[in-house]
């Protein structure tokens, strides 16, 4: 599998996640406040204890958690949230998946449908798409002058990751779906900090889009990841600051 995020320049990966922190935090909180629904005890509810693990990679602080958590209970009433895919495709043909969450299915798709085919792209059907992809869990930790990539691997080995991959100045370990919240607390008990903690989706292979493609589907995703409903957009792409990074 070769190298899903390329931390080639963490500072500026810091950066740029703080220009738009506000909006992510909106959207992790959201996602806390779904999966605390019910049991919001993250002892004793492993995918809320997994989203917390994702807010604080973002380094969102634990006050705006704490709100999101008592939201389930108070703010969300009785709005239902449904977990929603959608797939399709960009222009050139690019494979994208988009993750949601919402309380008004046909806002959502229409908001979506409308998104992409503003931008030459098409809404497509279940299973349309996702066969080129693999789900995976992703911890990605800093490579530091402390933490040495043997040592690295063998933490990643005996807490039952599928997969290390040693980037410039990160390690990425792999895990599958259900490993992932055993994984991640197995990491957490070693006092390791992370970068990204969560499930996503890898393509399997990606496309390179001519110059004025791409520049089409940068703001598709852009518009797509603006919309309050959306919590994750994945494609198989690739983006001019990974081919930079290799």
Same mark, same amino acid.
């Given at each position: 599998m070769s190298g899903h995020s390329k931390w080639?320049?963490?500072?500026?990966k810091k950066g740029k996640a703080d220009a738009a922190r506000g909006k992510l935090f909106t959207k992790i909180g959201r996602e806390i406040a779904?999966? #605390? !629904?019910? *049991?919001? *005890?993250?002892?004793?509810n492993s995918k809320l204890a997994d989203v917390i693990a994702k807010a604080k990679a973002a380094n969102m602080p634990n006050d705006n958690i704490e709100r999101s958590i008592k939201r389930a209970a108070g703010e969300l &009433?009785?709005?239902?949230? !449904?977990?929603?895919?959608?797939?399709?495709?960009?222009? &050139?043909g690019a494979a994208v998946i988009i993750s949601t969450l919402t309380d008004n299915n046909n806002r959502t798709a229409g908001d979506i449908r409308a998104i992409m085919s503003k931008h030459g792209g098409t809404? &497509?059907?279940?299973?349309s798409v996702?066969?080129?992809?693999? *789900? !995976? &869990?992703?911890?990605?930790?800093?490579r530091t002058a402390s933490l040495s990539e043997d040592e690295m691997f063998e933490i990643a080995i005996d807490a039952g990751a599928e997969e290390i991959v040693t980037q410039e100045? #990160?390690?990425?370990i792999y895990t599958t779906p259900a490993a992932f919240s055993e994984v991640r607390k197995y990491l957490e008990g070693k006092g390791l900090e992370f970068l990204q #903690?969560?499930?996503?989706?890898?393509?399997? *292979? +990606?496309?390179?889009?001519?110059?004025? !493609?791409?520049?089409?589907?940068?703001?598709?995703?852009? +518009?797509?990841?603006?919309?309050d409903d959306v919590q994750d957009v994945y494609h198989n792409v690739e983006l001019p600051e990974e081919e930079e990074e290799e």
């Open positions: 080639h320049n963490i500072q500026a779904v999966a #605390a !629904k019910g *049991n919001p *005890n993250p002892a004793t &009433g009785d709005r239902e949230f !449904k977990e929603l895919t959608y797939e399709g495709y960009g222009v &050139g809404l &497509g059907t279940t299973g996702s066969y080129m992809f693999e *789900n !995976k &869990g992703l911890i990605v930790i800093e100045d #990160a390690y990425e #903690a969560e499930l996503t989706m890898i393509p399997q *292979n +990606k496309i390179v889009l001519p110059e004025e !493609k791409l520049e089409t589907f940068r703001k598709m995703l852009d +518009k797509l990841e603006e919309n």
